[in-house]
Structure formats: structure tokens, C-alpha cells
């Protein structure tokens, strides 16, 4: 399954442009797999091998095009941890926004061109009254 979801996001990020892969235009079975691999990173779990969806995500929308065969990536490691953190918040709040519990205006949706700016800022209204 974690195969073809794989492909399926390959596919549409060759489609569709790197856009595919903000939080908002993730299709929920994509989006949970990062969710899941964002929770092992998180309790460094060792039993769960990530598929890599996440990674490759930062790394398409760090370059900001579709990666190729021949692309070279250079990103500084400090930076992409930085990445990393900041995709998985975008995740965790679009998950939020899904289940009803928050609510995000469209000018605060993350860009392509703004998805790892530290200066941007993102507003959101609690609907559960959980946060």
C-alpha cells in the first residue's frame, strides 16, 4: 500500500507541480502516512521504517520544482531540520482543520513560496476550545 501511495505522489507532484504537496492539497491517505511518520520521528521510534514520503515533500518543496534523476539538492542540515519541524506543524494543524477543531483563514495557508518562512505568521481560530 505505502508502495503505491508513494507512486501516487510521485505522479501528482509531476502533474500537478510541488503545490501538490502543501498540506491543504494532500489527499488524506497521503497526509496520514506523513502524520505517522512525523509521530516516529517523534518518539524515535525504531520499529517503523518511514516510506520517506516526508522527506521527499521537504525536499520538493524545498527546491520549490520536481525533483528529477539528475537533481541536485543541497540543503544545509541546520535548515533542514528546520524544514522538517516546520512541515510537521503545517501537517498537524491541516489535520486540526479536517477534524473540525480549528479553523484557518486561506491568507494564512501556507505557499509554496512561504511554506518554510520563519516570519510567517499563522492564524487560526480554535473551534474545540481545546487549545
Known sequence: MLNNLLKDMMNSISSQGVSFL?????????LHV???EAEAI???????TPSSMLFIAILHLAIGTPL??????KIKQDDLM??????????RMEEMKRCGR???????????SNIFDMKRKIEFTDLSGEI
Open 82 to 91: 528546520i524544514y522538517f519541524g516546520m512541515y510537521i506543524t503545517t501537517l
Open 22 to 30: 502543501l498540506p491543504q492539497n494532500l489527499p488524506r491517505d497521503i
Open 34 to 36: 506523513m502524520l505517522d
Open 42 to 48: 517523534d518518539d524515535d521510534c525504531t520499529e517503523v
Open 102 to 112: 480549528i479553523m484557518i483563514p486561506n491568507n494564512s495557508l501556507p505557499t509554496t
Open 68 to 73: 528529477t534523476n539528475n537533481t541536485e539538492v
